[in-house]
T-cell receptor
Framework: GAGVSQSPSNKVTEKGKDVELRCDPI?????LYWYRQSLGQGLEFLIY????????KSGLPSDRFSAERTGGSVSTLTIQRTQQEDSAVYLC????????????FGPGTRLTVT | AQSVTQLGSHVSVSEGALVLLRCNYS??????LFWYVQYPNQGLQLLLK??????LVKGINGFEAEFKKSETSFHLTKPSAHMSDAAEYFC????????????FGGGTRLMVKP
C-alpha cells in the first residue's frame, strides 16, 4: 500500500514568509508525528497527534510553529515568519493504534530559508 | 530527560566485514529501543525494535541488535557488510513510561569500501 507522503518535497522561502508543509499518513493510521532533522540539532520531535486527543505540542520550538490535523488524516505544519534557523528537513511519520511504536516515515520536506 | 549516544559519527568497513554500530541510552528504566536507517534523500526506515521479550532482536537486511540492560546498550550488528548497506543509521528510544515520541541519537554514517 501507499506509504506516508509529504509535500512539497522541497521548499525555498524568504526570511519572514509563512510556509505550510503537508503530510498524508498511511490510511488507517491513527497516530501522526512531525519531526525535524537539521545539521545542528539532529533529529528532534515536534508534535504528535493521536486520534481525537489533544495533540502533544511539547516539541514545538517556538510559537511560530503550529500544526493541525483535519478529519484524523491529513496534517499541515505551519511555520510563521520563517527564520534561517528553521532550515531543515521536516519529517512526518504515522503509526497504527495497535502498534504505536512502529512509526513509518515519509520522505520529508526540505525547507530552505534564504 | 532520556538521551541516546551513538559512538562514532562515521564508520567505515570493507565489503564482507562485520558491521558494528554502537548505541547507549541513559535511563534507569529500560526504554523501548529502535534502529532506523536513512538512505540519501529518503525518510527513515525501521530496521528493528526491542520492546519486551528476547533481548536479541533480528531485523531486516540481515541486521540484528542485542539489548543489554547492564550496559544500557543496544548495539547494531551485521556479520557481512554489503555495498548497499551504506547509509546513515539512527538509534532511537521511547521511554516506556511517557508518550510515544522517538528520541534519536546523533546518527552514524556507515561507509562500505569495495
Amino acid at each position: 500500500g501507499a506509504g506516508v507522503s509529504q509535500s512539497p518535497s522541497n521548499k525555498v522561502t524568504e526570511k519572514g514568509k509563512d510556509v505550510e508543509l503537508r503530510c498524508d499518513p498511511i490510511s488507517g493510521h491513527t497516530a501522526l508525528y512531525w519531526y525535524r532533522q537539521s545539521l545542528g540539532q539532529g533529529l528532534e520531535f515536534l508534535i504528535y497527534f493521536q486520534g481525537n486527543s489533544a495533540p502533544d505540542k511539547s516539541g514545538l520550538p517556538s510559537d511560530r510553529f503550529s500544526a493541525e490535523r483535519t478529519g484524523g488524516s491529513v496534517s499541515t505544519l505551519t511555520i510563521q515568519r520563517t527564520q534561517q534557523e528553521d532550515s531543515a528537513v521536516y519529517l512526518c511519520a504515522s503509526s497504527r493504534a495497535r502498534s504505536l511504536y512502529e512509526q513509518y516515515f515519509g520522505p520529508g520536506t526540505r525547507l530552505t530559508v534564504t | 530527560a532520556q538521551s541516546v549516544t551513538q559512538l562514532g559519527s562515521h564508520v567505515s568497513v570493507s565489503e564482507g566485514a562485520l558491521v558494528l554500530l554502537r548505541c547507549n541510552y541513559s535511563s534507569s528504566v529500560p526504554p523501548y529501543l529502535f534502529w532506523y536507517v536513512q538512505y540519501p534523500n529518503q525518510g527513515l526506515q525501521l530496521l528493528l525494535k526491542y520492546t519486551t521479550g528476547a533481548t536479541l532482536v533480528k531485523g531486516i537486511n540481515g541486521f540484528e541488535a542485542e539489548f543489554k540492560k547492564s550496559e544500557t546498550s543496544f548495539h547494531l550488528t551485521k556479520p557481512s557488510a554489503h555495498m548497499s548497506d551504506a547509509a546513515e543509521y539512527f538509534c532511537a528510544v521511547i521511554p516506556n513510561n511517557a508518550g510515544n515520541m522517538l528520541t534519536f541519537g546523533g546518527g552514524t554514517r556507515l561507509m562500505v569500501k569495495p
